[in-house]
Each structure stands twice: as C-alpha cells, then as structure tokens.
C-alpha cells in the first residue's frame, strides 16, 4: 500500500515548518517529513532545510536528484527524490510544498493531499517582521506574493484543497491538521479535497 504525500503550502512566516512538525510527532511511525534544500542559509526553526548553493543545486536538479522543483522569492527548492522510496513503502510523507508548484505537483502525484495555510496580512506582516530574516523591501515581495494566491483558498470542484487558519494558536492547527488526516485515512466515505468539517 502506497503512503500519502502531505502537500503543506503557505506564505513564508505562515507556520508550516512548526505544523509539519507537530503532525510529524501526533503521527508517530510511518510518516516523514522530507528535507527541503534551499539556496539560502537555513534557520533553526526550519526541520530538515538543507542549505546548498546555487550552483549545487543546479547540479542536483540537473542530475535528477528531485523529485520536485522549484524557484520562488529568489530563491530555488527541491525535495529529494527518496519520497518516491518512501511512499512506495507505505510511508506518509509530509512536505513544505509551493502554491505556485502545486498544479506540477498534483500532474505528478495524483494522490496528493494539498493543505493550505492561511493567515491574514497584517498577522504574516508582523511574523515576518519580526523574525529579522528579509529586510522591508522583501517582505512587502512576500505579501503581494501571497496576494496573488488568495484564489486558492476559495477553489471549488478538484481543485478544492484544505484551508487552515493558522493566525490563532499553532497547537490548534496542529490537531486540526492531525484529525483531518486521520479521518482521510480510515473513513472511505471521505474525499481527500472534502474540508466541509476542518476547513
């Protein structure tokens, strides 16, 4: 039996590396967050971000060490091929995936999962400030990127995704996102895009 892969997308200071985290531990066995590698020193609070350069990652992406790819903000990405290992055993995989990647990903993996997190402007404004990572002119890049994506939250039919608010407590969002997917898993009667209950 094939694993899940868990698309968790968002804007940068959304929460999703704390999310994936979380879920990761209420999970327990079986389930992998997959490393992120990134040309951009990595921060403490990302799990599994994997620095490289750009000339290294070019070499990798070239080389078809990815499984999926992609440039945002700058900046380029890539999870690495061995989620296919992994689903292909049985586990589920969790992935800190890209709103702008996610029609590449789903043409890719047709049982993919796609959550997305949501948090007002003002509230993402602040984190972002806050964190001291992107200096003013690159934050105001990141709002007006999330901007363009507001669509994704109200899409209908197959390409409806799951829709969390993580503006409030991220613990709650935690178990929200933890419920969610154990009732995807156990209960046929659920569609993977229905987020009647948890959206």
């Not at 929460?15 to 531990?25: A, E, F, I, P, W």
């Not at 995936?97 to 043409?107: K, N, Q, V």
Request: some cysteine; overall charge positive.
């Amino acid at each position: 039996m094939s694993g899940r892969l868990i698309y968790l997308m968002g804007p940068s200071g959304s929460g999703k590396d704390t999310v994936l985290q979380g879920v990761s531990r209420l999970m327990g066995q079986g389930v992998w967050v997959a490393p992120r590698l990134i040309t951009r020193p990595a921060t403490e609070t990302e799990c599994g971000a994997v620095a490289v350069s750009a000339a290294e990652f070019l070499c990798l992406e070239r080389s078809g060490a990815f499984a999926m790819s992609w440039r945002a903000n700058g900046l380029a990405y890539g999870v690495p091929v061995e989620i296919n290992d992994r689903l292909s055993a049985g586990c589920h995989v969790l992935v800190n995936g890209s709103r702008g990647y996610l029609s590449e990903a789903r043409r890719r993996y047709c049982t993919l999962l796609p959550v997305l997190l949501s948090v007002p402007q003002e509230t993402l404004y602040q984190r972002l400030s806050a964190r001291g990572r992107e200096n003013a002119d690159q934050i105001d890049k990141r709002l007006i990127r999330n901007n363009l994506y507001a669509g994704l939250a109200t899409a209908s039919g197959r390409e409806r995704i799951m829709v969390l608010d993580n503006s409030g407590a991220v613990a709650d969002t935690i178990q929200m996102l933890y419920e969610y997917l154990i009732h995807s898993a156990t209960e046929p009667r659920y569609h993977a895009y229905d987020i009647a209950r948890y959206g």
